[in-house]
Structure formats: structure tokens, C-alpha cells
């Protein structure tokens, strides 16, 4: 299996605190990784290392064969467009629509027609169940709606890589099934690797093909969800079990 | 694995009414696909086209989309399409990701002109100028009962509010009056003097200084700097829902957030007007005496004579109505924020033009009055 991220021993600290230390490990092709963690593990920290939003202090993060920390300007663009990021408060702009919001990243990276980056938004915003939002400005919708928005500009370039953080955070039940299935057609469909960062574990069953477990900053375990249920690591096991 | 860096080709080729799609359609490509597709289909004279995509190997979202907008665009020309065959995996792609035949893509309706002018009135009626009613009579009660009630107000929140709004905007006033009233000297002297008439700059500076340019400077400043401050704190609350928070622990918002401003505008903008005025007369008084040979005696003697108490205390009046102004424009607007961070930042705008402007409008409407 072909390894999409490689990250090799990357330790942070923050404020001379450690928050990451000699964290390993790989996320493959076409597939979902979950990384698993209770609150103040590291892992927003973790993911910002990944998208390149904080500097490497020590360890290698490798993307699709290169690594971050010694990439150029021009290099990281390139990246960022075979990349989609769904934040977990949306990010989304507020001084622009629904539908400008998600047409941004094909009207700047791309060449494409704006009656045909048009249709790209309303095909998206029917895939996400947003039809009613394109006119609608970002203060206007919903938590449900916003995250659903935030996820129809994430893929809006149908990116080789996706990121999620908390994508379920503060959604109904039925919303997280539908956004559970949503990421799992992106996967089958598109080939789209996909790393989510979540706490739902209704989701995790649903979605996980791979989960990394951290806990205070450093990987504890990592495995198939299968392997993760046996696991016999102890905060692993603590969080299953509370969870059930 | 696509690479995105190496643009797959596609390849079409059009038989009678079949259009064979072959390749890949995809991001890179799909924009040249539309441009000879259309350029291909621009003397199409038959009713219907299939496409076909047996041999079509890949093809992502953007992919689906472009399909989709061809067949539109064909639609408009009465040409009935069919997509045929396919791969599977393909299939099952432009079923995800296609948007349904029944989804009409909604389009914002244009309301004409005078629709929206009436529309515009009649929120202005009924919603603005309602709502501003409704604070104005909120801070007129509370700022009486709580006069009486000094307990419910919290402890050193009126002094806070004094020294923000008034005491920190001290040395920028004191410095504005004295360089308005030494250019309304320098450019009045020299007409004066043409005319002999020296001894009225005493008259003229005196004045305009005390019922007109001594109220009004503090109080533009005043707008300027704790208008748009005011407005921008309530509106940050109200988009937190800080607001929201401060109503359901039984805590009247605009007692607790407008009655102290209020009150620290209205205690510290008259004194800013008195300094402003006494400032203002020395930059005339500096200029009578280089200009027009008019010693500080001779000035103070003249001021004396011409200053009546009725002068000082229009001026005094305008700024009490000018600190209202200002604090209720403020707090109206960012009482009206939404749409987030964006939306702070336009009534801060707002409240700093309208109440400039309902500044002005005061003090001309005072000026009639009191001529």
C-alpha cells in the first residue's frame, strides 16, 4: 500500500512544554485514518504540523513524497491544491455566500468557466444537502449547515487528500450518518485519503479504516479498528469502553 | 493514482448523434473539454445526441459537473441528450455526483427598483426608526432610575467609562480647538483689518468658539474615537451572543452595557466643550496679539463685554444633546450587528457616519433655534 503522509519521530513544543514527542506513523492510499485523543493530547497541534501551518522543530513529515519542511513557496501551493481541509468551525468566509465560498478555491487555482464553476457549486451543494444555502451568508446557517458548507469547499477541487477535524462535532445523529457516508462515497468514489480527527465514536465504527491513537503527545497506538477493539493498551481500551 | 501535475487527455469523436467520450475528464481538462465540445456541436442540427462512455476510464466530480452543464447548455438548445454506457464505477459516479433533472438551479431573483426603495422605507419605518424609539426610551428610563439606585450600577463601571471616553480623548481635543481657533483667527484677521474693524476678531472668535466650534470639535472627536468603540464592543457582544447571555441571567443588556457610557459622555463632554472653548480663544487670542496688535488685556477687557452667559451655555446644552448622539448612534448599531466578525466591522462604519452626521443635523437645527 502506497503511504500518502509519512511522518518520521516529529516532536513540538509550545512555550517550552512538549506537545508532540517522537510521533511515527503513516497514512495510505484511499484510505480513512481516524486520529483518536482525548482533549489537549495534541492532536489540533499534530494536524497544523501536517497542513503545514507550523514549523517543523524536529522529525520529517513527508506528503505525497516530499518533505514539508523543505518545500518552497511555490511547491506548497501545488500541495495545498491536491489537499482539502474541513476546519471544525467551517473557516468559511463571512464576508461572502455560501456559494462564493465554495466557488473561491476554482475561481482563483483554476481555469474554468464561471457558468461552469457554477454548476461545480450547485453539484456539491446538492451532494452535501445544501441546495437552500447558496445565497445565504456563512452567519445565517446553522452549526449542521455550516459544517456541511465547510465540507462542500473542502472537496470543491476534488483533492487527492482530505483532512477533517471534528467534522461531527455538534451535529445531529442523522447529519453525522449522512456526512459518515458522505466521506466513506468521497473515499470509494473519488480515491480521496482522508484523515479525520474525531471524538464520535459512532463515526469512528463507521468510517475508520486505520486509527492512530494519541495521548499526551505521543502515539500510543495505531492499528485497524479491529485491532484497536482488542487492544490491550490501557488508555485505548479506557476510551472504547467509556464510549460504549 | 491520478497525478493532477500530468493532465490525462480525453478523447471525443462524434458520429451522426453519438458523441464518444473517451479518456479521462477531469479538473485539468474539463474547461478545453466544454470549449471544443460546444465549438464541435455549434451547427448540430439534429434533436437528441448520445454520449457515450464506454471508454471513458476516469472521470472526477468536476468531471460529472461538466457533463451536467453540457447537457444544460444543450437543453437551451432543445437538444435532447442521453449518456449511455459506462463503466460501473463510472455510473455510480455521475449518480453521486450529478445534480438531479428535477433540481432547477435557483437563481437570486432581481427585485425591481422602486420595489426596493419602497421595501427599503418601509424597514427603515418600521424597523429602524422603531428600534432606535424603543432605545432611545430604554436609556431615557434607565438612565433616570438608575440615578436614584447607584447600587445596581457596577462598582467604578461610570468612572471606567468617563476616562475612556473622555479623559483619554483630552489632549487630542485640547489640541484640535487650539489649531481651529488660531486658523479661524489667522483667517479672519487679515478681512478685519482691511476693514479697521481689529477689535471685532475678540467678538468673532469668542462666539463661534463658544456656541458653535467648542461644542461641535469634542463632540466629532468624541464620535470619531468612542462612536466606533462603543458601537464595536456591543456588536463583538452581540455576535458572541454575550448579549443573549446577559438577557437570560435577568440582566437588562442596555442597563448594563449603554447606562454607563451614557453617563460617562454626558458628565465628560461638557468639560471637554469648556476646555475646548478656552483652548480655542487662546489660538485667537495668539493671533490678535502678533497679527492685530491686540494685547491679552485689551482681549480679555473686549471678551468680557461680548461673552454673555446665554452663549456659554448653548454650548453647554449642544454638547449634552451631542454626548446623546453619540452614545445612542453607537449603541443602536451595534445593537443591529450580525453576519459576524463582517458585520462589526460595517456598523462600526455606520454608527461613526450617522452620528457625525446626526451631530451636525443637531447642532444646525440648536443653531436656529437659539440665533
Given at each position: 500500500m502506497r503511504e500518502i503522509i509519512k511522518i518520521k519521530s516529529l516532536s513540538a513544543s509550545l512555550g517550552g512544554r512538549n506537545i508532540l514527542s517522537d510521533i511515527s506513523f503513516n497514512v495510505y492510499d484511499k484510505e480513512i485514518t481516524v486520529i483518536l485523543g482525548r482533549s489537549g493530547a495534541g492532536k489540533s497541534v499534530l494536524l497544523k504540523h501536517l497542513l503545514g501551518l507550523m514549523d517543523i522543530q524536529e522529525g520529517e513529515v513527508v506528503i505525497f513524497g516530499k518533505d514539508i519542511a523543505e518545500m518552497q513557496e511555490e511547491e506548497q501551493k501545488r500541495l495545498y491544491f491536491q489537499m482539502g481541509v474541513f476546519y471544525q468551525n467551517g473557516g468559511l468566509l463571512n464576508a461572502l455566500t455560501v456559494g462564493e465560498n465554495i466557488a473561491l478555491p476554482l475561481e482563483q487555482n483554476s481555469n474554468l468557466s464561471h457558468e461552469l464553476i457554477d454548476h461545480i457549486v450547485w453539484s456539491k451543494l446538492k451532494l452535501v444537502n445544501?441546495?437552500?444555502?447558496?445565497?445565504?451568508?456563512?452567519?445565517?446557517?446553522s452549526g449542521g449547515m455550516l459544517k456541511r458548507a465547510a465540507l462542500a469547499r473542502a472537496i470543491v477541487m476534488d483533492p487527492l487528500l482530505l483532512f477533517c477535524d471534528e467534522p461531527g462535532a455538534g451535529l445531529d445523529p442523522i447529519s453525522l450518518v449522512s456526512l459518515d457516508k458522505l466521506i466513506l462515497n468521497l473515499r470509494e468514489q473519488l480515491g480521496m485519503s482522508i484523515v479525520v480527527v474525531t471524538h464520535e465514536v459512532s463515526s469512528i465504527f463507521r468510517i475508520a479504516d486505520r486509527i492512530v491513537f494519541i495521548d499526551s503527545g505521543q502515539v500510543v497506538f495505531q492499528g485497524t479498528l479491529e485491532e484497536a477493539l482488542q487492544a490491550q493498551n490501557k488508555q485505548v481500551k479506557n476510551y472504547f469502553d467509556t464510549a460504549k | 493514482m491520478k497525478n493532477k501535475n500530468h493532465i490525462p487527455a480525453y478523447s471525443l469523436n462524434i458520429e451522426e448523434t453519438t458523441l464518444h467520450l473517451a479518456g479521462s475528464l477531469l479538473i485539468g481538462n474539463a474547461n478545453v473539454f466544454m470549449e471544443e465540445v460546444l465549438m464541435c456541436l455549434k451547427k448540430y442540427k439534429h434533436k437528441q445526441i448520445v454520449i457515450e462512455i464506454d471508454h471513458l476510464e476516469y472521470i472526477d466530480s468536476i468531471g460529472v459537473a461538466t457533463l451536467n452543464y453540457l447537457k444544460s447548455r444543450l437543453d437551451e438548445r432543445k437538444i435532447k441528450v442521453q449518456i449511455d454506457g459506462g463503466k460501473k464505477e463510472i455510473k455510480l459516479k455521475l449518480q453521486t455526483f450529478s445534480l438531479n433533472e428535477t433540481i432547477q438551479i435557483q437563481k437570486n431573483k432581481k427585485v425591481p427598483f422602486w420595489e426596493d426603495v419602497g421595501y427599503q422605507m418601509y424597514r427603515f419605518l418600521n424597523d429602524d426608526l422603531r428600534a432606535f424609539i424603543i432605545l432611545m426610551t430604554n436609556v431615557m428610563y434607565w438612565s433616570i432610575t438608575d440615578l436614584f439606585k447607584p447600587k445596581m450600577q457596577r462598582q467604578g463601571e461610570f468612572y471606567n467609562q468617563a476616562v475612556l471616553i473622555g479623559v483619554n480623548a483630552l489632549w487630542i481635543v485640547l489640541a484640535m480647538s487650539f489649531i481651529i481657533g488660531l486658523v479661524l483667527a489667522i483667517q479672519s484677521a487679515t478681512q478685519l483689518r482691511n476693514l479697521g474693524a481689529n477689535i471685532y476678531i475678540v467678538d468673532l472668535i469668542v462666539i463661534a468658539m463658544m456656541s458653535e466650534m467648542g461644542p461641535l470639535m469634542p463632540a466629532i472627536l468624541v464620535a470619531g474615537r468612542s462612536g466606533s468603540a462603543i458601537a464595536a464592543e456591543i456588536a463583538t457582544m452581540k455576535v458572541t451572543s454575550e448579549m443573549d447571555a446577559l438577557k437570560t441571567m435577568g440582566i437588562n443588556p442596555v442597563r448594563f452595557v449603554v447606562i454607563p457610557k451614557i453617563y460617562g459622555t454626558i458628565v465628560t463632554l461638557p468639560f471637554l466643550t469648556i476646555l475646548a472653548d478656552i483652548l480655542g480663544i487662546f489660538g485667537g487670542m495668539i493671533v490678535a496679539y502678533f497679527y492685530?496688535?491686540?494685547s491679552f488685556q485689551v482681549f480679555i477687557n473686549r471678551m468680557t463685554e461680548s461673552l454673555y452667559n446665554r452663549d456659554i451655555l448653548i454650548g453647554l446644552v449642544k454638547s449634552l444633546v451631542f454626548a446623546c448622539i453619540i452614545v445612542l448612534t453607537g449603541s443602536f448599531f451595534g445593537l443591529r450587528a450580525k453576519h459576524g466578525a463582517e458585520g462589526v466591522g460595517k456598523v462600526t462604519t455606520q454608527a461613526v457616519v450617522v452620528s457625525i452626521s446626526l451631530v451636525f443635523i443637531a447642532d444646525s437645527i440648536m443653531g436656529l433655534l437659539f440665533y
Open positions: 445544501l441546495l437552500n444555502a447558496y445565497y445565504l451568508y456563512p452567519s445565517q446557517l | 492685530l496688535d491686540i
